[in-house]
């Protein structure tokens, strides 16, 4: 809302100006007309412009997807945590990376940051409705599997992969999640993150540029 701000102060202006040179009952009716005018321009500045989706969103992670297929098949509701059993896209995650990210949420909250999670397990149904949406917005198969692997090679399907927000849980994952064997796997998603064990010892492997470079992607 704050873009109207410099057009609501001009016209604010003009009326004070008016204002010095009429008497009360004028500003009286000036403050109304201002208060009106304001009334209407946040009012209309609440009509929020239909948000784009893509490229600026990754497909298969937002809110407009939950309402095609419902908790049951894994859709997540906002605001869950890696600590919400009764959410069947956490509590079918793979346990050690569950366990993994337990921890690293405990420590993340220690420094202030909370971890939510914005897609976790996801049934086969699911993923292939992602994957049908993001062919359909991006327009060829090739440009989705970019962004969203097939049932048979998602690794959210296998219960191996979690994606996480916002943005400084993501920041901070970046930073220490190789201590708890959490790693960003490929470049192109910073907030998708898997289980690496090694990666407590060794650091997280390179990543790949995007899912089409990873040999999981090509059965
Ligand atoms: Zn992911």
Redesign the pocket.
């Known amino acids: 809302m704050t873009y109207s701000e410099p057009a609501r102060t001009t016209t604010r202006r003009i009326r004070i100006r008016r204002i010095r040179v009429a008497g009360v009952l004028v500003v009286i009716a000036a403050i109304g007309a201002v208060l009106g005018y304001q009334s209407l321009a946040s009012s209309s500045s609440t009509a929020a412009p239909p948000t784009d989706v893509l490229p600026s969103k990754p497909p298969g992670l937002r809110v407009e997807h939950r309402g095609a297929l419902g908790e049951a098949d894994s859709a997540v509701p906002a605001g869950t945590t890696v600590f919400d059993d009764e959410i069947p896209g956490v509590a079918n995650l793979d346990p050690a990376l569950l366990g993994a990210l337990r921890q690293a949420a405990t420590d993340a909250a220690g420094d202030g940051v909370e971890l939510f999670v914005n897609?976790g397990w996801r049934s086969p149904e699911y993923q292939e409705q992602l994957l049908r949406e993001a062919v359909s917005e991006y327009g060829s198969d090739e440009e989705a599997a970019r962004w969203v692997a097939t049932a048979d090679t998602s690794p959210?399907v296998s219960g191996d992969?979690v994606?996480i927000e916002p943005l400084d849980a993501t920041a901070w994952l970046s930073e220490h999640g190789a201590e708890y064997g959490l790693c960003q796997i490929y470049g192109n998603?910073p907030w998708?993150y898997e289980l690496r064990p090694e990666a407590t010892d060794h650091g997280c492997p390179p990543m790949y540029a995007d899912p089409t470079q990873d040999p999981r992607m090509q059965r």
């Open positions: 897609s959210h992969a994606d998603e998708h």
